[in-house]
């Protein structure tokens, strides 16, 4: 059976301060039973520090971005490498903020997975399509392209998950419905099934992405293929994300019982 995974994107938030309240706020509502995976990508500043606060729990770090080169001249880059030196178990590749504000694109992006696996540590990419897409029925089309722009079969699917993340959902407080979500993860499974085969595809995990919160995680992590949750504006708050963790395990602890 495949674990939830809830995972916190930080972004572009919190100084030392402020991390630090946030942590302990998580910390003190972390479920100790461990039905969940659990794991937070603070800004790279907040990593060592981070990666403190959270020893002795079952809590994963990760970056929020990587380079695909292990050194070198890439001024303001941070190297796969670098990120496991700071404590780092995985890294987000592909976010839609990456491919929109920064123009990172499928051969970019390609590489990122590449290194980052190369270096170790377990990549959650993320796909998702635009508004516009959606509308004109072509999310299919852009997500099935953007998976095979980088997970390919020489790849060690074991430390790949996926994460759709909408664009339109990112940030706006309107997200996919759970039909939504379900219809976008199975397409991306039987895509992973063309790649590697059954036997992965029923292992890999498929997060969503998108204006999840505490009051909508409940239906989105009953689909059957949704695995977890990527979370951006509602991982600020303790609360909130601990709720999330909680509607995660709650899930689990459902499924086990059946
Ligand atoms: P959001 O962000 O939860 O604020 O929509 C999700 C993400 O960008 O990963």
Known sequence: MRRKLIAGNWKMHNTLPEARALMHGIRERLDTSRAVDVAVFPPYTLLYPMGKEIAG????????????????????????A???????????????????????GGDLLSRKVTA??????HVIY?????????QAGQTEHVIGRQCSEA??????????TLAYEPVWAIGTGHNATPEQ?????????????????????????????????????????????VDG????????????????MAAAAAGSAGVLAR
């Open 181 to 225: 979500a379900q219809a976008a993860h199975q397409f991306l499974r039987s895509r992973i099934e063309t790649v590697f085969g059954p036997h992965v595809a029923a292992q890999m995990r498929i997060v969503y992405g998108g204006s999840v919160k505490s009051s909508n995680a409940a239906g989105l992590l009953a689909q059957p293929d």
């Open 126 to 134: 993320c796909v998702g399509e635009k508004l516009e897409q959606r």
């Open 116 to 121: 980052a696996l190369d270096a170790g540590l």
């Open 57 to 80: 729990t079952p809590i994963q770090l990760g970056g929020q971005n990587c380079h695909y080169e292990r050194k070198g001249a890439f001024t303001g880059e941070i190297s796969p």
């Open 229 to 244: 949750a990527l979370v951006g504006g509602a991982c600020l708050d303790a609360a909130e994300f601990a709720a999330i």
């Open 82 to 104: 670098m990120l496991v030196a700071a404590g780092c178990t995985c890294v987000l590749v592909g976010h839609s903020e990456r491919r929109h504000i920064f123009a990172e």
């Open 151 to 160: 997970i390919h079969a020489e790849l060690d699917a074991s430390r790949i």
